[in-house]
């Protein structure tokens, strides 16, 4: 079995995790489940960078002065338990201040100084304690880090020893040209190029006078410069320095997973320090984009950071767990770009992707099966159209995987839950139901919906493996979980199947309760006790609105009701088990035929009314002048049947 070796950024640990750097873990945890469904041996590796001034301080300041560890080991449970809350599925976890990492950042700063690399000079310049950083003066805005912009760097003059970056430009321009994939996106490739061309110079690595670090092997009053020890946990955590023969059979790393403004870090400082060293470079850099927060940087003390605990419990939806975020963060963002967070948006989401999208069609086939074959589903014939959405799928979702566009790799699973609805609503198996000589198609419907679903639950399982794999076992799947291979995602015409009905997956967040305040009583002035009382206000309170279900429904069948000159029945779908008659007044504005394919808005919650012999279970929505033909209102095509207006 090949091997795969992924790793995060490790963070740092001055404060908690927030949805930004949670949006890291989990897009690689996509990554990581993806390639043990694509079948290779993982190692996943995530972990805590403490070796940085700002940690120091904060533990200081939390009482930890004489042992910053105690205080790291306090936020190695914060960090975990976060990670953990996220089904984050590390293989190890690392802190750089555990004795393996010491063997290997002593053995790497050897290496590299017995390389003739290291020598020893004086820093004098600025120095960001935030970003861990020298500063050249150049990259100052009005005196400020660009970065850090309300904190004022240090002017720095002290001992350090310098690695001989500079000599490494050449080879790097020579790797990136040779490895057009060592850095992902494109965008960054093209930072780093330009980065290159405009020369390198040496860099320091070590730091004087302080005591929170790797010391020096050739320099024990001086540590090691916190950037280049923490890069060295990659190689730490597979043997580098402690176990050469473990180290021999997972270097090099095939993919580092890290946020777009440590690029600089990843691509051109860790290659030169491993060939410094007499080590490979890691294969592959993947630098993913910045989650915002309403279009703003997620910080703080901006009051603009969010609690991925609070993601994983959202108000709206508190018992789905964290698989409605990790889809939110995967689908939502073109992987390697910036993309943004809100509540509101995450919640509409939650509502036309899980609740009515995929959570609904799981309900009906279930609740379809169960209600007209007793729960088997048995095959069929070798599966109609679904069949070929579903391979189609499966050759989308491979290649975008394959290629880190993991937004677009769900898109793919998509594509065969909403043809899946599709197939339903055209179907129509509770029509077939109603004539035993439709068995054989009925049966067939419903073992090919359930396929379908199958397909997508596998597909969509590296991104929410614990619901996918419920979906699983409600579809009667013959295999689930870890065992779990890309070879099971294609469609498969035998075995019968028992489905096990549910609760619905991801209930609909209702809607938001507003609280209406009353204005505070007051004495009534002398004018006003005179004047006479208001008309009755007719307006409604939004409490009132509020009680009206508005939703999107799809127009399926429409026939004109014979003897009446305004009623045409409508059978519309509202994304429940079966379609709903309507009997709408439009006929002097439609032909039924013009009306078939259309999306409308219905009011659902109407109590049925029987009219002209039939029950009407609903009521359309729609316009007209004095005098004019009534016109419907429509509602945009993609959205599915079911979702709320309002
Ligand atoms: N400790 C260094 C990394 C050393 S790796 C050898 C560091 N730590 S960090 O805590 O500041 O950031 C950890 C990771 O989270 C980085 O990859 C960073 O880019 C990422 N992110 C921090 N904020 C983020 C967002 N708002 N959005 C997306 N990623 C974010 O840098």
Redesign the pocket.
């Known amino acids: 079995m090949s091997r795969y070796y992924l790793t995060?950024?490790?963070?740092?640990v001055n404060s908690r995790p927030?949805l930004?750097?949670a949006?890291?873990k989990v897009t690689a945890d996509v990554i990581a489940r993806y390639k043990r469904l694509a079948g290779f041996d993982v190692h996943f590796l995530m972990g805590n960078?403490e070796h940085?001034q700002n940690v120091f301080k904060k533990a200081s300041e939390e009482g930890f002065h004489n042992n910053p560890v105690a205080y790291c080991d306090r936020m190695e449970e914060e960090f975990t338990s976060v990670w953990k809350a996220l089904h984050c599925s590390y293989d190890d976890f690392i802190r750089t201040t555990q004795p393996r990492h010491k063997a290997a950042v002593q053995k790497l700063a050897q290496a590299a100084y017995d390389a003739g690399d290291i020598y020893e000079g004086v820093y004098e310049g600025w120095y960001c304690v935030s970003c861990e950083a020298f500063k050249p003066e150049k990259d100052l805005v009005d005196g400020k880090c660009p970065v850090h912009p309300t904190l004022t760097p240090e002017w720095i003059r002290e001992k350090n020893f310098f690695f001989r970056l500079s000599k490494y430009r050449d080879r790097l321009i020579k790797h990136f040209e040779a490895q057009p994939s060592f850095l992902e996106p494109e965008i960054r490739r093209n930072e780093i190029l330009r980065l290159l061309d405009a020369g390198l110079e040496d860099i320091s690595m070590s730091r004087a006078g302080q005591s929170w670090g790797v010391p020096l092997p050739f320099d024990p009053d001086s540590v090691v410069y916190v950037?280049f020890d923490?890069?060295i946990?990659?190689a730490t955590a597979v043997g580098y320095g402690t176990d050469d023969a473990r180290f021999a059979q997972w270097w090099p790393a095939d993919l580092h997973v890290?946020?777009?403004?440590?690029t600089r870090?990843?691509t051109v400082f860790w290659p030169a320090m491993l060939w410094s060293a007499g080590v490979e470079a890691p294969r592959q850099v993947f630098g993913?984009?910045?989650?915002?927060y309403g279009g703003q940087?997620?910080s703080k003390s901006l009051g603009t950071s969010v609690d991925p605990m609070d993601a994983a419990a959202p108000k709206f939806a508190p018992d789905a767990g964290p698989d409605p975020i990790r889809l939110y963060l995967t689908k939502e963002i073109t992987y390697g770009s910036d993309g943004d967070f809100t509540w509101e948006r995450f919640e509409e989401r939650y509502n036309v992707d899980l609740a009515n999208n995929l959570g609904n069609l799981v309900s009906r086939v279930v609740s379809m099966a169960d209600k007209y074959r007793g729960g088997r589903v048995a095959p069929a014939g070798d599966g109609g159209r679904l069949a070929g959405v579903a391979e189609a799928s499966l050759e989308r979702y491979r290649t975008a995987m394959d290629a880190f566009a993991l937004h677009e790799g769900v898109a793919a699973a998509y594509q065969l839950v909403d043809a899946a609805n599709v197939f339903i609503a055209d179907s129509a198996p509770w029509k077939l139901a109603k004539d035993p000589g439709n068995a054989a198609r009925l049966d067939a419907v419903l073992f090919e919906a359930a396929e379908a679903v199958r397909v997508a639950a596998v597909l969509l399982r590296p991104v929410m493996p614990s619901s996918c794999d419920e979906i699983l076992r409600r579809i009667g799947a013959p295999v689930t979980g870890a065992a779990l291979r890309l070879d099971h995602a294609r469609w498969q015409s035998a075995g019968e199947r028992t489905t096990i009905p549910g609760p619905p997956m991801w209930p609909r967040s209702e809607p938001k309760e507003i609280t209406v305040t009353e204005p505070a009583a007051q004495a009534p002035a002398p004018e006003a006790a005179a004047a006479p009382a208001p008309a009755a206000d007719a307006r409604i309170g939004i409490e009132d609105f509020l009680k009206v279900e508005l939703k999107v429904a799809k127009v399926r069948e429409a026939t004109a009701m014979p003897k009446s000159k305004k009623l045409i029945r409508l059978l519309v779908d509202v994304g429940e088990a079966e379609p709903r008659t309507i009997l709408a007044g439009i006929a002097e504005g439609y032909q039924p035929e013009q009306l078939v394919g259309k999306t409308i808005v219905i009011v659902a919650n109407l109590k049925p009314r029987p009219m002209m012999g039939t029950e009407s279970n609903g009521m359309v929505l729609a316009a007209s002048g004095p005098g004019q033909p009534p016109i419907l209102v429509a509602a945009d095509d993609s959205l599915p049947p079911g979702t709320r207006v309002g």
């Open positions: 995060t950024a490790i963070d740092y927030h930004g750097t949006y890291e960078d940085s950037w923490a890069l946990n990659y890290i946020g777009k403004d440590i870090f990843h993913h984009g910045w989650l915002h940087r997620m």
